[in-house]
Structure formats: C-alpha cells, structure tokens
C-alpha cells in the first residue's frame, strides 16, 4: 500500500474469522451456562452445608441450569450475530444476571450466604453467594481460548475498520 492509499478495513477473511470465533464463543457459552448453575449450585451447597445436596435440590438446579440458558443463551447468540458496531455489551454481561437462578435453588435450600467483601456487596448487591464470573474461565476453563479469540478478532475488526476512516 503506498503513502497515498487508504486502508480499506477489516477483509472479508477477517469478518469471516470473526464470525467463525463468535458462533465458537455462542455454542460454548451455549453448553457452559447450564453446567455453570449446575457447578454452583453443588459447589456452594456442599461448601456451607457440609454436605451433597439432597435429591430435591439436584432437581432444582436441572430446573434452574434449563431456565439460565433458556435466558441467556438467545441473547448471547443475537449479540454475537451482531455487527460489533451494534453490539453495546458483551456476552460475559449477559451471563452474569443469570446468577439469578442458582441464587433461587440456594436460598430456597436454606443455604446461608457467603461471606463477601465491600467491593463485591456494592458490584453484584443481589449475589449473595459470590458467584458472579469475572471471566469466561470462570464459567468453564474451556471458554478462555474462544473468549481471547473472538475479543481479539472483534478488536482487530474494530480497528481496521477505524483506520478505514482515517481515526483511530
């Protein structure tokens, strides 16, 4: 490209491998959330019950696992269709209101909160049990390559597409 030519933004390899990382980002999240309210909902019990949880509680985290990606999981697969110039949030900020449903089966079990710091009580005020994910790893060690490679696909778009117009 000489010192006359313009970039032209992000090619159609690129916005093809941006779209091809955030259907892999989807279906993770896609299979992960439910596996998440499961994972807490056991975790948390066995951790301030001293215990497993009984059979009715098991039933109740199946119930609240199916209404988390029943919830969640559309809305994660329309932001990552989007465009990234309309998208105006994150999957990661999409998951972490689902903390909702474990909440429900853990304090209808008589599951005492867990101790939390200042910080984490004005961020999340609603998540007594702390379980908010910070990342995607959080939600499953497996969504951390996917979530790197779509933040840094949608990064590169975002700045070749800026470049095109001459801002950065």
């Known amino acids: 490209m000489g010192d006359d030519a313009k970039p032209s933004g992000p090619s159609a390899d690129d916005l093809a491998a941006m779209a091809r990382y955030a259907g892999e980002l989807a279906d993770g999240l896609a299979e992960a959330v439910p596996a998440w309210v499961r994972r807490c909902v056991e975790t948390v019990y066995v951790e301030r019950m001293l215990r497993r949880p009984p059979d009715e509680v098991a039933t109740a985290a199946e119930r609240a696992a199916a209404a988390a990606a029943d919830d969640v999981v559309p809305r994660i697969r329309t932001l990552l269709a989007a465009d990234i110039d309309d998208q105006t949030t994150n999957p990661l900020s999409l998951v972490r209101p689902a903390v909702r449903h474990p909440t429900e089966v853990l304090r209808a079990a008589g599951v005492p909160p867990a101790p939390r710091d200042d910080m984490a009580?004005?961020?999340?005020?609603?998540?007594?049990?702390?379980?908010?994910?910070?990342?995607?790893?959080?939600?499953?060690?497996?969504?951390?390559?996917?979530?790197?490679?779509?933040?840094?696909a949608k990064a590169h778009v975002h700045l070749a597409r800026r470049r095109a117009e001459g801002r950065r």
């Open 121 to 152: 009580r004005r961020q999340f005020p609603d998540d007594v049990y702390d379980l908010t994910p910070a990342s995607f790893a959080e939600l499953d060690p497996a969504l951390h390559e996917p979530g790197l490679r779509w933040g840094a």
